[in-house]
């Protein structure tokens, strides 16, 4: 009565594995949900867009989890790898909304990312997210993955197959070219107290 038949004691324990599977993939979520978002959110211009693309990028991790091998990446550098393909999705599926014509103001808003300023979001400031405007693709890519993503130099590298002293390169002129057009926004009196 106390043994278990061979078919309940399989049974049993794939429900063990999925569970174990399952809090594992919560506890990558948790680990890692702001690098993916971070990245994203520098990225692009809409912290709505961000934070769907967030989504799903978790989506899509959890339905390749069985494929993470952790002797290639690491699990944050195969995230933000997916992060990074959702968004190439996005702006390859965003290209037809370049056509259409504006019907009314509030599309003209929305089209041009303006919205009312809100306390509690997460963001960038408007004169870092004007800098990075600024600033070319790769740039941009390389600050995002460093500072949104939080990634190292070594795992940039990796991530976007760019050698180690180009991304460090990349990112040294990069930042020097976001300083100086972060310091041609900024009023004259600040300028000169700072």
Do not use: C
């Not at 909304?97 to 041009?112: G, M, R, T, W, Y």
């Not at 050698?163 to 600040?190: C, D, F, H, T």
């Amino acid at each position: 009565m106390g043994q278990r038949s061979p078919r309940r004691a399989r049974r049993h324990g794939r429900g063990f594995e999925r569970e174990s599977r399952a809090s594992r993939f919560a506890s990558a979520y948790d680990e890692h949900v702001w690098q993916v978002y971070g990245y994203l959110a520098y990225r692009l211009h809409s912290a709505d867009d961000a934070e769907d693309l967030t989504q799903l990028t978790f989506e899509r991790a959890l339905k390749a989890w069985d494929r993470f091998d952790a002797r290639r990446a690491s699990l944050g550098t195969w995230l933000l790898a997916i992060a990074r393909n959702a968004l190439v999705d996005h702006y390859r599926r965003d290209r037809s909304k370049l056509h259409e014509p504006f019907v009314n103001d509030e599309e003209i808003s929305a089209a041009i990312g303006y919205r009312e300023p809100e306390p509690d979001r997460l963001g960038l400031s408007p004169d870092l997210a004007a800098g990075l405007e600024r600033l070319g693709d790769r740039e941009r890519e390389v600050i995002a993955l460093r500072f949104g993503g939080d990634l190292t130099g070594p795992e940039i590298a990796k991530l976007t197959g760019l050698s180690l002293a180009n991304v460090q390169q990349l990112l040294s002129r990069s930042l020097r070219r976001l300083r100086a057009e972060l310091e041609k926004s900024e009023p004259a009196e600040v300028r000169v107290r700072a």
